[in-house]
């Protein structure tokens, strides 16, 4: 699997926007961009994920970089249920499994 | 939403003991998965399943540890002997498959081997 470089960690305020950067420099084509999330005790939860063009759900958006090589997930009022590690994973989908990092563990405050 | 259970929610057992871990998956996804993670680490991958059998494995995946879907809701994760160094959370994932392939997680089961 290809790998993707994120910080360690992030600090933001509540209600104010937050950016979590990945860079993924060897991307290949077929590689789809996808964010996780894990609260404290929980399992994994799915945030978004895009091929090319940037993306928007009800949880975040994704900005793609022209060149596929980073992308940004932006949570656009952090509140304190946000606090989690979100993950930047690449796979080639059809059915190939996620291959976890360590990812930016988020911190937010009142 | 549709969700992925598993039960036990936390099982404490002694070391060499068997332990079967259950997952209901989400009614119509076609893979399945099995993930552990240790205290304080990464999330691992373990095993995938599809049309009823293994479709991937990783070094973890031992001769220790086999998987299941005995009917049609079900998918079982058993570890026959069970090691100090198994103690950890593990996650049961399900997918449909295609596309992007997002996976659905439950909330984990944790095992304690004493």
């Known amino acids: 699997d290809a790998k993707t470089t994120q910080p360690n960690s992030m600090e933001s305020n509540e209600e104010e926007p937050v950016h979590l950067p990945c860079n993924h420099s060897?991307?290949?084509?077929?590689?789809?961009i996808h964010w996780y999330r894990q609260l404290p005790s929980q399992g994994p939860e799915y945030v978004i994920h895009g091929l090319t063009s940037n993306v928007n759900n009800r949880m975040a958006s994704l900005a793609i970089a022209e060149d596929r090589k980073s992308s940004t997930l932006i949570l656009h009022r952090a509140t304190l249920r946000d606090a989690a590690v979100y993950y930047c994973?690449?796979?080639?989908?059809?059915?190939?499994?996620?291959?976890f990092g360590t990812g930016t563990r988020l911190q937010v405050t009142l | 939403e549709p969700e992925v259970t598993q039960t036990p929610s936390h099982q404490v057992t002694q070391m060499g003991q068997e332990v079967i871990l259950r997952c209901v998956p989400i009614s119509n996804h076609l893979y399945f998965y099995w993930y552990r993670q240790i205290l304080g680490q990464k999330v691992e991958f373990l095993v995938s399943?599809?049309?009823?059998?293994?479709?991937?494995k990783s070094e973890i995946f031992d001769d220790q540890f086999s998987v299941e879907r005995p009917d049609g809701s079900n998918f079982t994760l058993k570890i026959r002997s069970t090691k100090l160094e198994d103690s950890a959370m593990y996650f049961c994932?399900?997918?449909?498959?295609?596309?992007?392939?997002?996976?659905?997680f439950g909330a984990g089961s944790r095992l304690t081997v004493l």
């Open positions: 399943f599809y049309n009823n059998e293994i479709s991937e």
């Open positions: 994932a399900s997918s449909y498959g295609s596309g992007a392939n997002v996976l659905t």
């Open positions: 060897t991307i290949s084509g077929t590689d789809y």
């Open positions: 994973i690449l796979n080639t989908g059809t059915a190939s499994k996620l291959t």
